[in-house]
């Protein structure tokens, strides 16, 4: 199985709201997921996002694949940096 950090769509018509999720990569986008780990309004832009950053940190070092916005959402959050460090640490 093979676990993706991306986002859920749950926002009404033209007023776009995302959750941030660990799901199957199997799975359809607003489908099944196994963890919800912050949410994104982009409406806000990158600073409408709140993740809880111990979830997304345990889905990373478990092998967890970000998409491509999430990657830069949790980029801007300091998040990846932080998985880096505590990454080399471990080595």
């Known amino acids: 199985m093979s676990v993706k950090l991306r986002l859920t769509r749950v926002g009404r018509h033209d007023d776009p709201f995302y959750r941030i999720v660990a799901a199957d990569s199997r799975m359809s986008r607003d489908g099944r997921f196994i963890e919800q780990i912050g949410h994104y309004?982009?409406?806000?832009?990158?600073?409408?996002?709140?993740?809880?950053?111990?979830?997304?940190?345990?889905?990373?070092?478990?092998?967890?694949?970000?998409?491509?916005?999430?990657?830069?959402?949790?980029?801007?959050?300091?998040?990846?940096?932080?998985?880096?460090t505590l990454k080399k640490e471990g080595k």
Do not use: H, M, R, Y
């Not at 806000?44 to 979830?55: F, H, M, S």
């Open 41 to 84: 309004d982009p409406n806000k832009a990158l600073n409408g996002a709140v993740i809880d950053e111990a979830a997304a940190i345990k889905w990373l070092q478990a092998g967890a694949q970000p998409s491509g916005t999430v990657k830069a959402i949790l980029t801007k959050a300091g998040i990846v940096a932080k998985f880096n």
